[in-house]
C-alpha cells in the first residue's frame, strides 16, 4: 500500500511549492548564518542553476518559450546577494568560507593577489560595463518597437479572421502571444537593472570582505598585515568568483535572448547554417590567412594550419552546395518527365501496409498452389485460429505474395511492410532435427532451422524411415515455415495488437459480461490505455485470453492510479494461475532461480522512473556483473522444460525485467505474487554479482 501512495507521487505537482519555500529560504539565508557545508552545496546549486539557464537561452527557439526568464533573473540575483552575505559572515567570523570559495581563491590567486583582484574587477566590469548594459538597451528597444507594431499586428489579426485565414480561438491565441512579448521585453528592461545593482554590489562587498578582513585579521586574530591580507584576499576573491561567474553566465544568458530573432531552429543549428551559406567568404579568410602565415614576424605555423583548415571547409562547403544544385535540377527534370509521361491516378493503395504478410521465392509457390498439393494456405489459417486459442490475440488475415527478387527458396515475414523474420526451405526435401544433440548423423545438406536456430539437415524424402528410426525429428517444408510463422506471431504479437483489434476482442467480450466492460470503458481507461495494458502482457508472452479478469483487474484498480506499468503488475497478479502453468511440472512445483539479495537491494536503490516505465539507473559495471550471474546461473540449472525462471520481489520486477530483456528475452521474470499458493517453489539457482 504504501508503495502505491509513492508510486503516485509527482514532485512536478508540488514544484510550485517548493519554489516558494526555496524563495523564503533566500531571504532567510541572510538573517540565519551558514555553515561552510551548506554554503559549499548552495554555491554548487547557484553555478548549476546559471550554466542551465544559458544553455536554455541556447536552445529556445523564440523569446516566450523562456517567457519566466525576467522573473528568474530577479530571483537568482536575490540568490547572488544572500550568497555574498552569508560568505562575507563567515570570511570576516571564521576567516574560511567552505571548499569552493578556498579552491577558487587559492586557483586565481595563485600567491599574486593584485593578478587576482585585477582579473575579478575586469570580470565585473566585463559583465556591468558591456553585456548587462547591451542586453538592457536591446531590450528597451525591442519593447519600444513591440507596442508600436501592436496595433498594426492587432489589425493584421484582424483581416484574417474577417477573411476566414484563421478561426477565433486561433486569433486570441495570437493576441496573447502578442501582448506576452510585449510585456517579456518591457520586463527584461526593468530586470537587467537589477544585475547592475548586483555587479555595484559585487564591488563594495569586495571592498568590506579586504578592508574588513584585514582589520579583524590583525586586530582580532592576532595575525600579520602580511598573513591576514593574504588570508582574505584568497578568500574574497574566491568569494567573488563563485558569485559573480553565475552572474555573467545568466547577464549573457539575457543579452542571448533578448539578441534572439524570430526562428524556428535553435542557435546552434542557426549559427552553423548562416555561417556555412558562403563558402566564398570562408575561402576568402583561408587566402587572408594565408597571407599572415608568409608575413615576417608572424606565427607561420599557427597561421598556416587555420588557412588550410578554413580551405578545406571552404572547399567541401562549395562541392556539397554544387552537388545539391545539380540534384536539385535532375529531380525536377525527372519529375516534369514523370509527370509527362503519366496520367493522374489513385496512389492512396501504394502507401498502405498489410499488418502481417509472407513473401515467398519463385521456388516455394508449389507450397501455397493447392493444384499441385500445397496446402500452405490452409495451414497458416490455422496458425491463427492457434494464436487466437493459446495467446488469446486476433491475428488479421496474413496476406502470403511471391516476390522475385528474393532467393529461389527463401521467404520473409513482415509486420507492417518490415522483414521481422527469415528462412529457407527445400521445397522438395524434409529437414531432419536432433533436439538433443548437435550432432546429426545421416548423409544430407547441413543447415540451420530457422525458428530456434537449431542444428538441422535437410533429407531426401526416401532417407525419413532411417531418420526416425534413429530417433530424430523430421518435419516437411510447410511445417517448417508454418511453426517460423507461429512463434514469430508470438514473438511480435505486441505489435500486431492495435486498437482496432482491441476493440474487436472488447465487444466480443461485452456480449456475455457486459457489466465490467461498460464499467471500465470510456468512464476509467480508453481502449488506447487498455491497448498498452495488453501489449505489456504479451511483450512477456502472457497470454490475454482471460479477458474477464483482466478487464476485472483494471476496473478494480484504475480508480486509484492511471500508471499503465503499475496496472499491468495487478494484471499479472490476478492472472497469477496463467503465468505460472506453463512453468508448473507434474508435481505442481516451479523450478526458480532467485536474486542475492544484494542484487534486489541495488536495483530496488536505482529505480528511475520515466514516460515508459520504471527501470533500474544501474551503472555499466554493475549491469555486466548482473547479466554474467544470470548466465552461470542458466548454465548450471536445470529448469523445467528448457524454460529458465527468475522470481523477484513484486517492487523490482518491471524494472529488472528492462534491465535483462535485450540480453535475455528468453528468460521469463515472475514475482511472488503471481505464484499461487498451492504451488510449491523450488530454488535451484541464485543470481550473485
Known amino acids: 500500500m504504501a508503495g502505491n501512495k509513492f508510486s503516485k507521487f509527482n514532485i512536478k ?18 538573517i540565519i548564518p551558514l555553515p561552510p557545508a551548506i554554503l559549499d552545496v548552495l554555491i554548487a546549486l547557484n553555478i548549476t542553476l546559471s550554466v542551465v539557464i544559458i544553455l536554455l537561452t541556447m536552445f529556445t527557439t523564440e523569446v516566450l518559450q523562456f517567457s519566466v526568464f525576467p522573473t528568474l533573473l530577479l530571483i537568482t540575483t536575490l540568490f547572488r546577494l544572500g550568497l555574498n552575505i552569508s560568505s562575507t559572515r563567515l570570511i570576516l567570523s571564521d576567516a574560511y568560507a567552505g571548499k569552493i570559495i578556498e579552491a577558487f581563491g587559492s586557483f586565481v590567486v595563485r600567491d599574486n593577489y593584485v593578478v587576482g583582484i585585477i582579473i575579478f574587477l575586469i570580470i565585473i566590469i566585463i559583465q556591468f560595463v558591456v553585456i548587462t548594459n547591451g542586453a538592457g538597451r536591446v531590450s528597451e528597444v525591442s519593447a519600444r518597437f513591440t507596442l508600436d507594431a501592436m496595433p498594426g499586428k492587432q489589425m493584421s489579426i484582424d483581416a484574417d479572421l474577417n477573411a476566414g485565414l484563421i478561426d477565433e480561438f486561433e486569433a486570441k491565441e495570437r493576441r496573447k502571444k502578442l501582448q506576452m512579448e510585449a510585456d517579456f521585453y518591457g520586463a527584461m528592461d526593468g530586470a537587467s537593472k537589477f544585475v547592475k545593482g548586483d555587479a555595484i554590489a559585487g564591488i563594495v562587498i569586495t571592498l568590506i570582505n579586504i578592508l574588513g578582513g584585514i582589520i579583524i585579521g590583525a586586530v582580532m586574530l592576532k595575525m600579520d598585515i602580511k598573513q591576514a591580507a593574504a588570508t582574505y584576499v584568497r578568500l574574497t576573491v574566491g568569494d567573488g568568483l563563485v558569485s559573480q561567474i553565475p552572474a555573467l553566465l545568466i547577464s549573457t544568458a539575457s543579452g542571448i535572448i533578448v539578441t534572439r530573432s524570430g526562428s524556428n531552429e535553435t542557435f546552434g543549428k542557426l549559427v552553423t547554417k548562416q555561417l556555412n551559406a558562403f563558402p566564398k567568404v570562408i575561402g576568402l579568410a583561408s587566402a587572408l590567412l594565408l597571407l599572415f602565415a608568409i608575413m615576417p614576424g608572424f606565427p607561420t ?139 546429426i548423423d545421416i548423409p544430407g545438406i547441413k543447415t540451420m532451422e530457422p525458428t530456434f536456430g537449431l542444428p538441422a539437415v535437410w533429407i531426401n524424402k526416401d532417407q525419413r524411415e ?56 470510456p468512464d476509467l481507461m480508453t481502449i488506447g490505455e487498455v491497448q498498452k495494458v495488453l501489449q505489456n502482457l504479451l511483450r512477456e508472452k502472457v497470454p490475454i485470453k482471460d479477458m474477464v479478469t483482466i478487464l476485472e483487474s483494471l476496473a478494480d484498480n484504475s480508480r486509484n492510479t492511471k500508471d499503465i506499468e503499475l496496472l499491468t503488475e495487478y494484471v499479472r497478479f490476478a492472472l497469477g494461475r496463467t503465468i505460472c502453468n506453463q512453468f508448473i511440472d507434474e508435481n505442481r512445483t516451479v523450478t526458480v532461480a532467485t536474486l542475492d539479495p544484494k542484487v534486489e537491494e541495488i536495483i530496488g536503490n ?29 548454465d548450471t540449472v536445470g529448469f523445467y522444460d528448457n524454460q529458465p525462471v527468475i522470481l523477484v520481489s513484486p517492487k523490482i520486477r518491471p524494472a529488472f525485467r528492462k534491465l535483462i530483456e535485450m540480453v535475455y528475452p528468453q528468460v521469463a521474470i515472475i514475482s511472488l505474487n503471481e505464484i499461487p499458493n498451492d504451488v510449491e517453489i523450488r530454488t535451484e539457482g541464485v543470481v550473485t554479482i
Not at 505489435?495 to 482491441?502: D, F, I, M, S
Open 606 to 634: 536505482n529505480l528511475q522512473k520515466s514516460m515508459n516505465g520504471s527501470f533500474p539507473a544501474v551503472d555499466p559495471d554493475t549491469t555486466g556483473k548482473i547479466l554474467n550471474g544470470i548466465r552461470n546461473v542458466l
Open 301 to 439: 605555423l599557427t597561421f598556416l594550419l587555420l588557412s588550410v583548415a578554413m580551405g578545406i571547409i571552404a572547399y567541401s562547403l562549395y562541392k556539397e552546395e554544387t552537388e545539391k544544385i545539380a540534384f536539385q535540377m535532375e529531380s525536377e527534370q525527372a519529375e516534369i518527365i514523370e509527370t509527362e509521361k503519366k496520367e493522374p491516378e489513385n496512389v492512396m493503395n501504394l502507401i498502405s501496409v498489410e499488418p502481417m504478410e509472407v513473401e515467398i521465392g519463385y521456388g516455394l509457390i508449389p507450397l501455397a498452389d493447392e493444384g499441385a498439393g500445397g496446402d500452405l494456405l490452409q495451414r497458416i489459417a490455422s496458425v491463427r485460429r492457434q494464436c487466437a486459442i493459446e495467446m488469446g490475440i486476433v491475428v488479421q488475415p496474413i496476406r502470403i505474395r511471391d516476390n522475385l527478387q528474393l532467393k529461389t527458396n527463401g521467404y520473409v515475414v513482415k509486420i507492417r511492410g518490415t522483414v521481422v523474420a527469415s528462412g529457407d526451405l527445400m521445397p522438395n526435401m524434409l529437414l531432419c532435427m536432433d533436439p538433443s544433440s548437435e550432432t
Open 13 to 30: 505537482e508540488y514544484f510550485d511549492v517548493i519554489v516558494a519555500f526555496g524563495v523564503i529560504g533566500v531571504v532567510l539565508m541572510i
Open 466 to 521: 532411417e531418420a526416425e528410426i534413429k530417433g530424430l525429428t523430421v518435419v516437411d517444408p510447410t511445417t517448417v515455415m508454418v511453426t517460423h510463422l507461429t512463434e514469430t506471431i508470438k514473438v511480435h504479437s505486441y505489435e500486431l495488437l492495435g486498437r482496432q483489434e482491441v476493440k474487436l476482442i472488447i465487444d466480443t467480450t461485452r456480449e456475455k459480461y457486459s457489466a465490467v466492460v461498460d464499467e471500465l470503458i
